[in-house]
């Protein structure tokens, strides 16, 4: 399991920095949080107010990219929930670690969709449905990776103790 984390956390960190380099240029006065600020435009006139000032080229770099890091996040923070279930002597905290680790996946999916929307939508076909799809899936993304991060978090401090132990 050792290895699996440090194969896939090295490589989800290689490519968040490739994204945050990459995708820098996309982070301007109007758009401070680069495609984030795409990925939460919830109206037509939002949406274009983000794409201003733009390249296409350069949001659809970053969009693809984001796709090959989806697999290397979700395996890493996945492998890290169920390493980190092992530390806990609570049932409850075990069965959490291990859900959360299969939950990962519901959040990978939820990337996968908001990029082909987001895809779509630059390519001028969205609509106030699939904006607000857009929307819902990156705030779900991010509210369910929160918690498995805190859970990881927490669950430090048990993983030293029971190695100690």
Known sequence: MKTRLIVFGSLAALFFFILQIQGANLKTDATPLGIIDLEFADTGERLNA???????????????????????????????????????????????????????????????????????????SFSDFTLMLTNWCAGAKFLLLLVVILYIVISIPFIFFYKNK
């Not at 905290?93 to 959040?107: D, E, N, Q």
């Open 50 to 124: 983000v794409l201003f000032g733009w390249s296409n080229a350069d949001v659809k770099a970053n969009i693809y990219i984001d796709f090959v890091f989806i697999p290397f996040y979700v395996l890493f923070f996945s492998t890290a929930a169920l390493a980190c279930s092992a530390a806990w002597t609570s049932i409850s905290m075990k069965h959490a670690g291990k859900s959360l680790s299969k939950a990962v996946y519901v959040v990978g999916v939820l990337d996968l969709i908001e990029n082909k929307i987001m895809l779509d939508s630059l390519a001028g």
